[in-house]
């Protein structure tokens, strides 16, 4: 079974950023897509971006041109850079596969102040 474990996160003022890692056990990383997921309080778990095995990305409009995912198949490990940050970026992010695997890991709370 996999097991997520994902760390970076932090308060940030708005315009700041951050960088988020993900360490994959348990799983045949390099052959999955993997992305990261958020949620802000009150609503749904939602896909932000991912990257493909290959390394072909997609992103989500709303962080597009701020946000970049990409992956190092030797570490097991995706990050996610997160630039010009924005209060609306608030939200626990998660990595996971995509589609996601049954299992999450606890999280990274990122919070932007204004």
């Known amino acids: 079974q996999a097991q997520l474990v994902e760390s970076g996160g932090g308060l940030v003022q708005a315009g700041g950023s951050l960088r988020l890692s993900c360490v994959v056990r348990g799983s045949i990383f390099s052959y999955n897509s993997m992305g990261w997921y958020r949620q802000a309080p009150g609503k749904q778990r939602e896909l932000v971006a991912s990257i493909t095995s290959g390394g072909s990305t997609n992103y989500q409009d709303s962080v597009k041109g701020r946000f970049t995912i990409s992956r190092d198949n030797t570490k097991n490990t995706v990050y996610l850079r997160m630039n010009s940050l924005k209060p609306e970026d608030t939200a626990v992010y998660y990595c996971?596969?995509?589609?996601?695997?049954?299992?999450w890991g606890q999280g990274t709370l990122v919070t932007v102040s204004s």
């Open positions: 996971n596969a995509v589609p996601s695997w049954g299992v």
